[in-house]
């Protein structure tokens, strides 16, 4: 039989936006609910070692800084206004507030070769793994702003950087470009692609890949340690498509310096609607500013109308 549970704060994903929303609420004494989804503690349970997020001074393991921030978080309930949700259970969630901390999911390749080496020589966050490519050669794949950045973004750590793009134009933004031209480590493989991520099972790590020319059909295998994927990012909104607005590619809008969308008492921290930073650190910050507006808005309505009238 399904359950109805109501919360002054329903914040909806478990990744580090939305566990952070979830301790700075639960501090409020506001009792947050925290709906998880399939994937609980998000992008950072597929990520490996962690050095980027503050407070640790050694490596840290991306799933284990979630379970970390879940063990902060669990004096809370885990499991129209009030705002309603229903789970795949059936069961029912209502909120006064709502924060939705849903996060991106990177899009992949989608090769089996990709799966097996993710977290051993794949990933599709330069900023967080780059740093153990120092000195090695590494292919960057796509030929967005992200790729671009990443490839630039690599020739900190690594000797070569090579980016593979399906077309012979790239997507990036002008500026991006001619930085990623004048680079002298960045070489650029037109009109290819990945068909197969190439390693060894013991130790499990990358030795190179084979490229497909889409206008000649040719197959060129080339060595390198690590393949970054940066095809782009899907934020997780479908589930309010048509209620929020949305920028084009998706992603939540909300107000400058905010975490407020334009419906009072609705927020949106983390991935779901940055596109530009996407990291555990800033997600975990404006999960704080979230929960914080959360507990502004909460108590601004409870106040007398005459005194809300008056200011
Ligand atoms: P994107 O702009 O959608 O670019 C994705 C790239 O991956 C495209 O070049 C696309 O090729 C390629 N691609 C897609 N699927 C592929 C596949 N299966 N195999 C091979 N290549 C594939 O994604 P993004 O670069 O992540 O950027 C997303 C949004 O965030 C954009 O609006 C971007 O401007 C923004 N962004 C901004 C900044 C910044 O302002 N500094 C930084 C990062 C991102 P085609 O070109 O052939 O389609």
Same mark, same amino acid.
Request: charged fraction near 25%; glycine fraction near 12%; proline fraction near 5%.
């Given at each position: 039989m399904s359950e109805r549970h109501h919360?002054?704060?329903?914040i909806i994903g478990a990744g580090p936006a939305g566990y952070t929303a979830a301790i700075y609420a639960a501090r409020g004494n506001l009792q947050p609910i925290l709906v998880t989804g399939l994937q609980p503690g998000g992008q950072m349970t597929i990520t490996t070692d962690v050095e980027n997020y503050p407070g640790f001074a050694d490596i840290i393991q991306g799933p284990w800084l979630?379970?970390?921030? @879940?063990?902060? !978080?669990? !004096? /809370? #309930?885990? =499991? @129209?206004? &009030?705002?309603? =949700?229903? *789970? #795949?259970? *059936?069961?029912?969630?209502? %909120?006064?507030?709502? /924060?939705i901390a849903t996060g991106a999911q990177a899009r992949w390749l *989608?090769? &089996?070769?990709?799966?097996?080496? @993710? %977290?051993?020589?794949?990933s599709a966050c330069a900023t967080c793994d780059g740093f153990f490519f120092r000195g090695k050669d590494v292919v960057v794949v796509g030929g967005g702003n992200t790729a671009v950045e990443e490839a630039i973004y690599l020739t900190n750590h690594a000797r070569r950087v090579t980016l593979v793009h399906r077309r012979d134009a790239l997507r990036a933004e002008k500026i991006l470009q001619d930085r990623l031209f004048r680079n002298p480590k960045i070489v650029v493989v037109w009109d290819n692609v990945v068909e197969e991520i190439l390693g060894v099972p013991e130790p499990l790590v990358v030795t190179g890949i084979r490229l497909r020319n889409l206008r000649t059909g040719a197959l060129t295998e080339q060595s390198c340690d690590g393949v970054f994927i940066a095809i782009g990012h899907t934020p997780v909104t479908g589930f309010v498509a048509g209620q929020l607005p949305l920028d084009q590619e998706g992603y939540i809008l909300t107000r400058p310096d905010s975490t407020e969308t334009e /419906? &009072?008492?609705?927020?949106? =921290? *983390?991935?779901? @609607? #940055?596109?530009?930073f996407r990291q555990a650190v800033t997600a975990a910050g404006m999960g704080c500013m979230a929960a914080l507006e959360a507990e502004k808005f909460l108590a601004a309505q409870e106040e007398p109308v005459s005194v809300r009238a008056a200011k």
């Open positions: 919360s002054k704060v329903l979630m379970e970390q921030m @879940r063990r902060q !978080a669990v !004096a /809370i #309930d885990f =499991a @129209r206004r &009030p705002f309603v =949700a229903t *789970g #795949d259970s *059936g069961d029912i969630y209502t %909120g006064d507030t709502v /924060i *989608g090769l &089996p070769s990709e799966e097996v080496f @993710r %977290g051993f020589g794949v /419906i &009072p008492g609705v927020f949106a =921290a *983390g991935d779901v @609607r #940055d596109k530009i």
